[in-house]
């Protein structure tokens, strides 16, 4: 009786994980069912001890007599039951090898070859090909335990906190919390979560904070096995030493449990100590959690809160660099106010009289010379730094593609921005980032591998859809998938999907689309630190394309007047050049004044690699207006040399080059590219 129950046991706990999937059945199903299995196992056996199954149904053994007892014809019997469950144990396993082995091969057979330098580095959702690291690591959301729900910001802090502490350590490979978080209340199962993360281990936790009192309780599992490799519970005063001690504790754990070591700098690194204060690190927390939204309310709500926090600590280091971070972004992202890039460098530079050599120190030096002043060296110079001591950091691998970008270091980009995928497989924008990087280099197929991650991640995110017209129009000129895709984008309070909107219209010549949404164009939106068009601006040019002269006279006239008064305000600045340029070719100035505001524009206008693809199209679109076709030629070549986001197809498609359309030089770069 006791093999025939585990026989069926382990046929029941197979049929259950085949089941699991099928079912969406939760986690914790298939343990639950072996608890029970467990549980009944000593029952069965005292059950089968005490009674017999006899002719006249089943009777106490010891009411038995030798004479009545069928023992040996059911024990018989249950051999044969036996034989059969072992028979069928056997055949499933030869199955599921078969089955798995095959399963593998069509996997790496019908997934699309990623033509790269490194192709381990570019994850694919759902195509598990590429080696797994052994020591990769994905701590999944803790769940937090305790009774005040509100106590969630400090579950998540502790979760980030260790996080940030694990990507210090150059043997783990950590998966980044904006893609463990979407697992939160998951109902997959681990293996589920590990492969569609690509790691090797999973990593669980719950938080309890109780008075001044906190429970962690955390379990490394191998996902492919589901052993559990580690587990442990701290009980302990409610103290920032102890909240440290305890990660410093989990780290030398993992780093044990998978056999990796760590350096006496990594080991100082994870035990530092930022704040003994326990109220100034919750403020923080609170601070930091709200830094995550993509609000203006809620950045200028953690600027408060960090700045309670300093006033409780102003020594807490990490508060300062948090406070720096929050200014840098509303200067870039909200309101470009100059103060709050002077308010992130103070922040800044109390970090630093703390603790001069730390790893968000150089990441909050990388943004503010990256969002302040455009400047790409020191930016990188920094960032490579913040690498150096953090690693497993995905944030500073994709700033540090981004920065590479813009300097025109493109195969830098490239593989920084490979590493941040790595390590953070699933955030639709960055994968987007990588498909225009790709496209700016002219590498189409990595670019629509890249995309189609953006858009299996978020299918209605604008980025993903403008990139995809975007490569869509440079790689083939494919204008009705580009204009399907686009629909509803100009109606987003982000200029960039404007500029998509108006420039899929105007290649496809859907000029009366074009013009209501030029009319409509948010004063928020005209000015911006890349480039300066007024929506009349917008309006003359698509007129003139119209053929509509007197119409977009009206417009260059009511334009010039408004862009007189910003020349009055920023003074000889480049982005006034080529808007003032524009309008003066539509109007059919002096050709040479024309050249004049064009060459200028491009002589003062900041070194910057990507910016520097619009601006040159924008010249060459100038020149086309103006009839100065040589130069206009010029520049079109430039564009047509990868890097750049031109190509042939666009050029053909650009209804600004129709006058050009006959003229020999430009017929025979047509040729040279086509």
């Known amino acids: 009786m006791g093999v025939a129950y585990v026989v069926t046991t382990w046929i029941l706990l197979q049929l259950t994980d085949v089941l ?64 059969v469950a072992l028979g069928l144990s056997l055949g499933y396993f030869i199955w599921e090898s078969r089955f798995e082995q095959k399963t593998a091969v069509y996997e790496s057979t019908t997934s699309a070859p990623v033509k790269s330098q490194d192709t381990a580095l570019v994850p694919k959702l759902h195509t598990p090909v590429r080696e797994i690291d052994k020591n990769s690591i994905a701590v999944l959301p803790f769940a937090n335990r305790s009774t005040n729900n509100g106590d969630i910001y400090f579950t998540d802090g502790i979760h980030d906190d260790l996080l940030t502490q694990l990507s210090r350590i150059e043997a783990f490979s950590v998966i980044s919390r ?80 998978l056999r990796a070591t760590l350096t006496a700098s990594e080991l100082a690194s994870v035990a530092d100590v930022p704040t003994d204060n326990v109220e ?107 690498i150096s001591m953090m690693p497993g950091n995905d944030e500073a691998y994709m700033w540090r ?46 670019a629509n591998d890249a995309i189609k991650q953006s858009r299996l991640l978020d299918p209605d995110s604008f980025w993903g859809k403008t990139s995809e017209a975007q490569i869509a129009l440079q790689q083939r000129g494919d204008v009705k998938t580009a204009v399907k895709l686009t629909v509803g984008v100009q109606h987003s309070e982000d200029y960039d999907f404007f500029e998509t909107y108006m420039h899929v219209n105007l290649l496809a010549r859907r000029y009366e689309e074009a013009l209501e949404t030029a009319r409509n164009l948010s004063d928020k939106l005209e000015v911006r630190r890349e480039g300066i068009i007024l929506r009349e601006s917008w ?8 053929g509509r002269r007197d119409d977009a006279m009206q417009a260059v006239n009511a334009a010039l007047f408004r862009l007189n008064g910003l020349r009055t305000e920023l003074g000889d600045d480049y982005r006034v050049d080529l808007a003032e340029a524009q309008l003066r070719a539509i109007q059919g100035a002096d050709k040479n004044h024309i050249k004049t505001l064009v060459l200028r524009s491009i002589s003062s206008r900041p070194d910057d690699a990507v910016a520097a693809f619009e601006h040159d199209l924008s010249c060459a679109e100038i020149y086309a207006i103006a009839g100065l076709v040589p130069e206009a030629n010029v520049l079109i070549e430039t564009l047509l040399t990868p890097p750049g986001n031109t190509s042939i197809h666009t050029i053909e498609l650009n209804p600004v080059f129709d006058s050009m359309r006959n003229d020999p030089g430009f017929v025979a770069i047509m040729e040279r590219y086509r």
């Open 20 to 83: 699991s999937d099928i079912l969406a059945l939760p986690e914790w199903a298939p343990k639950l069912i072996l608890l029970m299995l467990l549980v009944g196992f000593v029952p069965a056996l005292i059950l089968a001890w005490a009674f017999e199954l006899t002719p006249e149904g089943i009777k106490l053994e010891k009411d038995v007599t030798a004479r009545d007892s069928i023992t040996r014809k059911t024990g018989r019997k249950l051999d044969y039951v036996i034989i």
């Open 178 to 257: 904006t893609s463990v978080m979407e697992y939160r209340d998951t109902v997959k199962n681990l293996r589920e979560i590990a492969r569609e993360l690509g790691v090797a281990n999973v990593m669980e936790g719950s938080v309890q904070r109780a008075g001044d009192r906190v429970r962690i309780n955390v379990q490394l599992i191998d996902a492919e096995t589901d052993e559990h490799l580690w587990a442990e519970i701290y009980d302990r005063e409610l103290t920032t030493g102890n909240l440290f001690d305890i990660q410093t504790e989990i780290a030398k754990s993992i780093a044990g449990a």
């Open 280 to 386: 100034a690190y919750d403020l923080y927390l609170q601070a930091r959690r709200l830094t995550q939204s993509e609000t203006m309310n809620d950045y200028k709500t953690a600027i408060a809160l960090f700045r309670e926090s300093l006033l409780l600590d102003p020594e807490y280091k990490l508060a300062w660099i948090g406070l720096a971070r929050a200014y840098m972004t509303t200067y870039w992202v909200y309101e470009g106010n100059p103060a709050d890039r002077e308010l992130a460098f103070e922040a800044i530079e109390n970090a630093r009289h703390i603790d001069a050599d730390f790893a968000e120190l150089y990441m909050a030096e990388g943004y503010y010379w990256y969002w302040g002043f455009l400047d790409y060296e020191r930016a990188l110079y920094k960032l490579e730094k913040a």
């Open 401 to 446: 593609g981004w920065a590479s970008r813009r300097a025109g270091l493109w195969e830098q980009a490239h593989i920084s921005m490979q590493q941040a995928l790595k390590l953070n497989p699933r955030v639709p924008f960055n994968w987007h980032e990588y498909a225009l990087t790709m496209m700016y280099m002219h590498r189409y197929e990595e």
């Open 539 to 546: 309006a003359a040019l698509v007129l003139h394309l119209m």
